[in-house]
Antibody
Framework: EGQLVESGGGLVQPGGSLRLSCVAS????????MSWVRQAPGRGLEWVAH????????DYVDSVKGRFTISRDNAKNSLYLQMNSLRAEDTAVYYC??????????????WGKGTTVTVSS | EIVLTQSPGTLSLSPGQRATLSCRAS???????LAWYQQKRGQAPRLLIY???SRASGIPDRFSGTGSGTDFTLTISRLEPEDFAVYYC?????????FGGGTKVDIK
């Protein structure tokens, strides 16, 4: 069965940067939009960003616009999230997820196990 | 931004009972873009329902989704021990994609 595996999380100081990666294995990747979703400790799910199959369209939640950049490399079956100017409120588990169903539906059918980002001094 | 309000916050039920979870949107959402997820402690979310009423692959038929416009419902007909978890609705009627705050179904 196919899977998504995130990496790159860790402890970073406020104002710092991190780059998250997500690799797809045994899973169709290049034909799908991909997304990042995060979950702060003890909180619910928050969509962060998504990206079209060829990278030509990207959308972000307002709270990360101008600070985070989503990108992908279809040759490497990889999704990335470059996070700059990190704040304490960015502390969360970050999940990558495959978006399926477009254009008629929108749902995330495959999820990684997540990588933890902690922003603290 | 479309706000999804889930109720109740917590549902305390016994195995075998029926669970009815509500998701109300602040403005109308096409049912095509309404999904439900289950999340167990320490695990990633799992897709249950998409298009408001279509079960995802491998999801038992005790899970069902209904609704349209601003009111959507997830029903678990007979709770199994593995169903005690947190459930989230999610919409893509308009950007940003948003999730509801979740309903926790716990054992009474």
């Amino acid at each position: 069965e196919g899977q998504l595996v995130e990496s790159g999380g860790g402890l970073v100081q406020p104002g710092g940067s991190l780059r998250l990666s997500c690799v797809a294995s045994r899973l169709s990747f290049s034909s799908y939009w991909m997304s990042w979703v995060r979950q702060a400790p003890g909180r619910g799910l928050e969509w962060v960003a998504h990206i079209k199959q060829d990278g030509s369209a990207k959308d972000y939640v307002d709270s990360v616009k101008g600070r985070f950049t989503i990108s992908r490399d279809n040759a490497k079956n990889s999704l990335y999230l470059q996070m700059n100017s990190l704040r304490a409120e960015d502390t969360a588990v970050y999940y990558c997820a495959r978006v399926n169903g477009l254009p008629f539906n929108y749902y995330m059918d495959v999820w990684g196990k997540g990588t933890t980002v902690t922003v603290s001094s | 931004e479309i706000v999804l309000t889930q109720s109740p916050g917590t549902l305390s039920l016994s195995p075998g009972q029926r669970a009815t979870l509500s998701c109300r949107a602040s403005q109308s959402v096409s049912s095509s873009y309404l999904a439900w997820y289950q999340q167990k402690r320490g695990q990633a979310p799992r897709l249950l329902i998409y298009g408001a009423s279509s079960r995802a692959s491998g999801i038992p038929d005790r899970f069902s989704g209904t609704g349209s416009g601003t009111d959507f419902t997830l029903t678990i007909s007979r709770l199994e021990p593995e169903d005690f978890a947190v459930y989230y609705c999610q919409q893509f009627g308009s950007l940003p994609v948003t999730f509801g705050g979740g309903t926790k179904v716990d054992i009474k």
